[in-house]
């Protein structure tokens, strides 16, 4: 079993930048991939980026060059780090993480951009 807490985002103007952190606890060892998903009202939730164990990175076309993912494996930690904000990015950001074949979810944090 694993938990995810995730803190930061908020309320940050067009064009500035906001960070998210998101902490693993529980059965840590062994999670692969983890990720940061976002999910507008009445929306499909989409993924925003993601890293493996190895450091391997993957982003949505819509944040390449503005937002960048990390992670602290010591710290069963991941962090993004949004800039350029856009009206666009305001949704609610979701922590991810594959345990084997089974995948967790955070609770949720709002970003909200304004123009």
């Known amino acids: 079993q694993v938990s995810l807490v995730e803190s930061g985002g908020g309320l940050v103007q067009a064009g500035g930048s906001a960070s998210l952190s998101c902490e693993a606890s529980?059965?840590?060892?062994?999670?692969?991939?983890m990720g940061w998903y976002r999910q507008a009202p009445g929306k499909q939730r989409e993924l925003v980026a993601a890293?493996?164990?190895?450091?391997?990175?993957t982003y949505a076309d819509s944040v390449k060059g503005r937002f960048t993912i990390s992670r602290d494996n010591a710290k069963n930690s991941i962090y993004l780090q949004m800039n350029s904000l856009k009206p666009e990015d305001t949704n609610v950001y979701y922590c991810n993480a594959h345990w084997f074949s089974a995948v967790y979810w955070g609770q949720g944090t709002q970003v909200t951009v304004s123009s």
């Open positions: 529980g059965s840590t060892f062994n999670i692969n991939r």
């Open positions: 890293i493996t164990s190895g450091g391997t990175t």
